[in-house]
């Protein structure tokens, strides 16, 4: 299962082309997608109306999603957050530990585009989608077509 962060489904709705949008693309009807209710809760933050995340949630609906937080994950978030801060590394935003947790604990991919989840792939085995071109690589023409 692989499980689609809002920064990439942000940049998608926006019609950005990036490599994490292009896999994206590649994935939609072949694979089973999953959002969690956080990153629902992330996406329709963003819309710039009412009748805008009415949109988004009908486009969203397509995704299956799931809880990515219950008091065992959220222990276990907390774990990670104590073993990432030991090793000198702080991960900016509560909402990434959590749906990072949820991925390693139950064995989901993440498709991302965000910075946060590179640690908890390093230090602590989170499983990503393998994209034509890294996140941060910007060398590469699909990334400064998307600046």
């Given at each position: 299962m692989i499980v689609v962060d809002s920064s990439v489904l942000i940049d998608f709705f926006n019609g950005r082309t990036t490599p994490q949008t292009h896999k994206l693309t590649m994935l939609l009807g072949e694979t089973e997608l999953l959002i969690g209710d956080v990153i629902l809760c992330e996406v329709?933050?963003?819309?710039?109306?009412?009748a805008h995340a009415r949109t988004?949630?009908?486009?969203?609906?397509?995704?299956?999603c799931v809880s990515m937080l219950d008091?065992?994950?959220?222990?276990?978030?907390?774990?990670?957050?104590?073993?990432?801060?030991?090793?000198?590394?702080t991960v900016r935003k509560t909402?990434?530990?959590?749906?990072?947790?949820?991925?390693?604990?139950?064995?989901?991919?993440l498709l991302h585009a965000d910075?946060?989840?590179d640690c908890m792939q390093t230090h602590l085995g989170l499983r990503v989608v393998p994209t034509d071109l890294m996140v941060h690589e910007p060398d590469s023409p699909v990334y400064r077509a998307a600046r």
């Open positions: 329709l933050q963003g819309a710039r109306s009412d988004l949630r009908k486009k969203l609906a397509e995704f299956v008091p065992e994950l959220a222990v276990v978030a907390a774990a990670n957050y104590r073993k990432l801060r030991a090793l000198g590394v909402i990434d530990l959590v749906i990072g947790t949820c991925c390693l604990e139950r064995k989901y991919e910075r946060d989840f």
